[in-house]
Structures are given as C-alpha cells and as structure tokens.
C-alpha cells in the first residue's frame, strides 16, 4: 500500500473520530501504546482514551496543514507527522499544533498507534 495514502487515510480518520467521539479512538491504540501529550507520559488503550476524553473541552475542530511520513523499520511500520490548527469551540482563534505517530502493523493487516506525541505550538 502506498504509505501517503495510507498516512493520509489514518489522519482523516483519527482527526474526524477526535472531533466526533473521542472515546471512539481506544481501538487505534493497545497496552503497549504511549502518549506524551504536552509532556505528560501516558501508557495503555485505556488510560490514552481517558486523557482524550478527559481534556477539558467539549467540541474542537482540527484543520490538517500538513501530513508527512517515512516508512519505519523491517516490521512495516509507519511515522506520520502533522501539522495544523485546533479551534476550540467558542473561541476565534485557532490554536497551532502539531503532532507525530508511530504506526505498527497488526497481524490483521490493519494498523495501531505504537507511540503518539502531541505538542501546541506557541507562538
């Protein structure tokens, strides 16, 4: 399969799954799965899901800038890196981010989110 194809698809459908139901998004991570969101270390589905879930708001919306990607080791994985702006609901002004997968293989043919890291961008 075509890696930016495949990036491309995996980010449309994180992003769309974010803004739509959060909780939804425990099936693209597993126990060894990490996050380090603004530099807090988080480790497995579950408690990924519930940092998610637990952000302190209710609607956002993502607008994607960019989506690069490289093929990542002998075991087919994948490093996705976007880049974009998050609106907040009620608020003007888009926040900047950005925000860098690991994709592995599963023996399905699908793919899981080894590591996430997610970062605003301040200007």
Excluded at 7 to 21: G, M, Q, W
Excluded at 84 to 103: C, I, V
């Amino acid at each position: 399969m075509d890696p930016d194809a495949l990036s491309k698809a995996f980010v449309e459908h994180y992003y769309s799954t974010f803004d739509a139901n959060r909780a939804a998004l425990a099936g693209l991570y597993q126990e060894a799965s990490m996050l380090t969101f603004e530099g807090q270390k988080i480790q497995g589905a579950q408690n990924i899901t519930d940092k998610l879930a637990g952000l302190p708001f209710q609607q956002c919306q993502h607008q994607i800038t960019t989506v690069d990607c490289q093929p990542s080791g002998p075991a087919g994985g994948m490093i996705v890196f976007v880049s974009g702006n998050l609106l907040l609901a009620g608020e003007q002004h888009p926040l900047k981010f950005s925000q860098m997968f690991h994709l592995m293989p599963t023996p399905q043919g699908s793919f899981y989110v080894l590591n996430d890291l997610f970062r605003l961008n301040y200007a």
